[in-house]
Every structure is written in structure tokens, then in C-alpha cells.
């Protein structure tokens, strides 16, 4: 059996009278690829941003990778790594200068971050670039270099936010076949994307509808459950339903 | 008379170039997709040929009109919406639709038969400050700002961008429905699943046009045989698929692998059989290559 690394149990969250987050209940195991999907507004950031300890719940149980989202969101912080559509890579450090820059803020330092970061460079395949400065480099690159960096304090869960928005078709793919390898390896992945294709790569989608959960579970059961070809069909015909426009 | 005519337009920013030598020609009443990803050079040649940016070399022309000499006439003949939103967020939803017919000369009565599509979604918020719109309300008035002078043709810089599919469906909508009015439209994307939306698509990568057609069309561009291959655990088995002979390219697209071969020998049979000899039970199916087949089939030639 698979060991959980984020236990979501009756999670709300309300803003004032708005309930955000209504009754989320899902568990994802170690090395899973979990999509977070849904229409601007279904819940999705304010899910994450519970996940991450950086929002406290209104009510319910979260734990990610042990931790316990109400007393323990610093422990979270330091045991998960994010990496967002927009480049939080400095772009006049080069590769190398970016790993070290972030594994020191992760608390790595002398030869354990030099270790560190050596290993990172082979693992995504860095060596060619590693003193080239990330202005220089296309974007496909810099999303990878990006993920990489996320990963420095090898943290067991990350958490991707769109990250392939805007990025050709096959960088687009290179980046899935990364995050399927960091998987493999046992790094559990949360995403989130505009892209439906991307919505077929995941072990586990959860397509959330006004704060609640519309549909989860394996991409090929859902399709085959609510009779659809593709995800796309089945984020439009539940989202659709949804009330999430103001 | 083309609605816009593009020839050998080039332009640089330093030493980056961010066009070069692109020419292109829409067809009134055409809807027609710019589209590539990210620093492909399309934000770049619509602000050209929307009179807001200068080129260093070639030029365009809209309704005949240059760019860069006949601007001021051409402003009044053609409406734009950029990529950024870019109306005044303290005022409201009306104010913001009144200031725009007022710079245009016109109003919005005058205009409202054409709006009243994408305008009546936003009624209910007529009194709302444009700034505490949704994502997708700011978008439809966006939209209606731009047409408010009933222009001729319509330019739009990726506006389904951070959208999601359900307000990228609707707004495609919305603009078919411009687009029966008469008005040409011009609007990249960075999707490619939209060039089903369009009459004509022109693919746009590092400031290069790698094709021009109808999205039917790119299928017979394409120069190798395609098949859908579907297994489980496919993406263990990339690299070796990938190693094999007959493999050109192979990537993911949604719950198959496209499979591109330049051995005419090969049919979803053999390819099977392959397959089964390195270990995977697959299903094999040829199929027609799409427009982002195509696309990849282009990077992959660089």
C-alpha cells in the first residue's frame, strides 16, 4: 500500500460568508502526480495555498508529508517546494548561482550544497549550461532549471503551478517527462493547469466545482464513468454546471 | 484587397530579433490564429499591425491602409484588445464603455446591436469598477471597449491566457459570432487546440512563420506516417521507444503517444509487433496529424 503524503480530511475554508473551499476530502500517496483542476475561481489557490501552510482552514484535518497544517505550517514550508508560471529564478545569477543561492536559503551549505547541487545538474542534465546566466536561455530550459531549483532540500512534495503555461508543444512534454522521472523517484507532485491534455498525465485528477469536488479519481475512470473521450470534455461538462462566475 | 497584408516585416530589440521577414495576407470576414508559444514574436507583430510599434524593415497594411504613414486613419477602422488588461480599474463597467465610444466619437447606443452578445453577461455589473472584475468579465470588457466604433477588423493579443476552458469556450463563442457580423479577426494563442477555431492559422516560432493553413490542412504537411499508441505505463517506456529504428519522434499527446515513422512499410500491425519485441502491449492505431504534430514535427527539424 501506498504511504500517504497528504491527508485531506472535511478541509473549508470561508472568507467571510463565502465558503472558498467546501468539504474537500482526498488523500495522495508517495510518488503520485495529483492535478488540481477546475474553473478560475473553483477553489483551486486557496486549496494550495492550505497545502502549503501558507492559509489556515477554517475547519477540517491537513497534514502534508506529516506535518499538521494548523500547528505545524512552518515544518510544511520547509518540507515541500513550489514552483510557480512565473520565474522565481534571478535572471542575471547563472544556473549554478541560482541552485547554490536557493539551497542556501534552504539552510544547505559547504560541501553538502556543493553535493547537492552537483547532483541536481546531472540529474536534469544541466552540465552544458550550468555557468550560463538563465537570461540567456530559452524558456523550456528555465522551466526546468526552475524545477529544479523547487527541488534542492529535496523536499517529498511539490507543488507546480502552471507550469507549462505559454511553453511550446514539446518543451511542454519535456517538462511532463520530467515530472513522470522525479516521480518515479518517489517525489509526490501536485499540479494545477489550463491544459486538458496535461489533465490525462496525472495518476489522480480532482476537478473541483465551487469550492467542492466534482469529480476524482484515475483520468481512464473518469472518462470511462462519466462516458467522455477526454478529460477536456469532462472538466466542460461538469465545470459548465458551475456556478463559479461573478 | 487583403484586410491586412504583411510583407517581409522585420523588427529587433538590441540584438534580439523578434521578427524577421514575416509576411502574411487575411482575408476579409476571416477569422484567422496567430499562434506559438511564449517569445515566438506574435505580441510583437499585432502591436505592428495594430499601429502601435514601428517596424525596422518591410510593412504592413490594414484595409490598405500603412501602418506606419496612415495610422491615425487606420486607429479609427480597427479595434484592439492586448494581451495585459488595460482599462481603468476605477472606473466602472459603463464609464469605462462611455469613455471608449467617447474617444471614437460615437456611442454606445449608436453600437450596441454589436456588443450586445458579449455586453449583456456584464449588465448585471454595470456599476463595478472594471479593477473588481472576475478574470473572465474584465476580458468580456475588454472586448466590448474594442468594439464599441464598430471596427472593421478586430485585433486580440492572447485573450484566452490564463483563462479557463470553460471562459476559453465562451469567448471563442463570442467571437464567431463577431465574426458573422462581418468583422475580420485577427488573435494569436498560445493554445494550440484553438486552431480549430480558425479559418486559417499561421504558426509563429523565434520570429519565423513555419507554416500557413487551414487547421485540416497542417495534416497533409506533415511528411511521415502517425500512429496513436496506446499502453499503460507508457512513459517508462519512452527511451526505448524512442531508440527504436523506426521511431522519428514519439510524444504524448493526452492519453496516447503520437508516433511519427518515416518508414512507409509501417502499418498499426507491424508497429505492434515492434512494439511487443521491446516489451510493451500497445494498441496501434494510424491516425491524420494535427496542427501541433505539425508544430513539433517543425522544432524537431531545427
Known amino acids: 500500500m501506498m504511504k500517504n503524503v497528504i491527508e485531506v480530511e472535511n478541509l473549508v475554508k470561508k472568507f467571510g460568508s463565502f465558503v472558498a473551499v467546501n468539504n474537500l476530502t482526498f488523500t495522495v500517496g508517495k510518488g503520485e502526480i495529483f492535478g488540481l483542476l477546475g474553473a478560475n475561481g473553483a477553489g483551486k489557490t486557496t486549496t494550495i495555498r492550505m497545502l502549503c501552510g501558507l492559509l489556515s482552514p477554517t475547519s477540517g484535518k491537513i497534514s502534508v508529508a506529516g506535518y499538521d497544517a494548523y500547528t505545524q505550517p512552518e515544518q510544511i514550508r520547509a518540507n515541500i517546494g513550489y514552483m510557480s508560471q512565473k520565474f522565481s529564478l534571478y535572471s542575471d545569477l547563472t544556473v549554478w548561482e541560482n541552485i547554490r543561492f536557493f539551497g542556501g536559503i534552504y539552510g544547505l551549505w559547504g560541501k553538502a550544497l556543493k553535493g547537492r547541487a552537483l547532483e541536481l545538474v546531472e540529474e536534469f542534465k544541466m552540465h552544458d549550461f550550468k555557468d550560463i546566466m538563465v537570461e540567456s536561455l530559452p524558456v523550456g530550459w528555465r522551466q526546468r532549471i526552475s524545477l529544479a531549483v523547487s527541488l534542492v532540500h529535496k523536499p517529498p512534495v511539490i507543488f507546480l503551478d502552471e507550469p507549462t503555461s505559454g511553453v511550446d508543444p514539446v518543451a511542454r512534454r519535456m517538462f511532463w517527462e520530467t515530472i513522470h522521472h522525479i516521480s518515479s523517484l518517489g517525489t509526490t507532485v501536485i499540479v494545477t493547469t489550463h491544459y486538458m491534455d496535461e489533465a490525462e498525465y496525472c495518476h489522480t485528477a480532482l476537478v473541483m466545482v465551487d469550492g467542492k469536488i466534482g469529480a476524482l479519481g484515475k483520468p481512464g475512470e473518469l472518462k470511462q464513468k462519466y462516458v467522455v473521450e477526454t478529460m477536456n470534455e469532462l472538466f466542460l461538462s461538469l465545470a459548465r454546471n458551475g456556478n463559479t462566475k461573478s | ?302
Open chain 2, 1 to 302: 484587397m487583403p484586410a491586412i497584408q504583411v510583407t517581409n516585416l522585420s523588427k529587433s530589440y538590441g540584438e534580439v530579433k523578434a521578427l524577421s521577414d514575416v509576411c502574411l495576407s487575411v482575408e476579409t470576414g476571416e477569422m484567422y490564429g496567430l499562434i506559438g508559444p511564449d517569445g515566438a514574436g506574435k505580441t510583437t507583430l499585432i502591436r505592428i499591425i495594430a499601429t502601435l510599434l514601428l517596424p525596422d524593415g518591410g510593412n504592413a497594411r490594414v484595409l490598405g491602409l500603412d501602418t506606419v504613414s496612415q495610422y491615425k486613419e487606420l486607429r479609427g477602422e480597427i479595434g484592439y484588445m492586448p494581451a495585459v488588461f488595460s482599462l481603468y480599474s476605477d472606473l466602472t463597467v459603463q464609464e469605462n464603455l462611455n469613455f471608449f465610444a467617447g474617444i471614437f466619437g460615437t456611442t454606445v447606443k449608436e453600437n450596441y446591436d454589436l456588443i450586445k452578445g458579449v455586453y449583456h453577461m456584464l449588465e448585471p455589473f454595470k456599476d463595478r469598477p472594471a479593477g473588481k472584475l472576475s478574470g473572465g468579465m474584465k476580458q468580456k470588457l475588454a472586448l466590448s471597449c474594442a468594439l464599441i466604433h464598430r471596427p472593421k477588423v478586430l485585433i486580440l493579443d492572447e485573450p484566452t491566457t490564463g483563462v479557463d476552458a470553460v471562459s476559453r469556450m465562451e469567448l471563442w463563442n463570442l467571437l464567431h459570432e463577431i465574426k458573422n457580423q462581418g468583422i475580420t479577426i485577427f488573435v494569436s494563442t498560445a493554445y494550440m487546440d484553438e486552431a480549430k477555431q480558425c479559418d486559417r492559422v499561421a504558426l509563429i516560432q523565434k520570429g519565423t512563420i513555419l507554416g500557413v493553413n487551414t487547421p485540416e490542412g497542417f495534416a497533409h504537411m506533415f511528411p511521415y506516417k502517425l500512429f496513436a499508441v496506446y499502453a499503460s505505463d507508457i512513459w517508462k517506456h519512452l527511451d526505448a521507444i524512442r531508440r527504436l529504428n523506426a521511431c522519428e519522434t514519439a510524444y504524448m499527446f493526452g492519453h496516447s503517444l503520437h508516433f511519427a515513422t518515416k518508414s512507409s512499410n509501417e502499418n498499426a500491425d507491424s508497429l505492434g509487433q515492434i512494439l511487443k519485441s521491446i516489451g510493451i502491449d500497445a494498441m496501434v492505431k494510424e491516425i491524420d496529424a494535427g496542427i501541433e504534430d505539425y508544430f513539433i514535427y517543425q522544432l524537431s527539424e531545427k
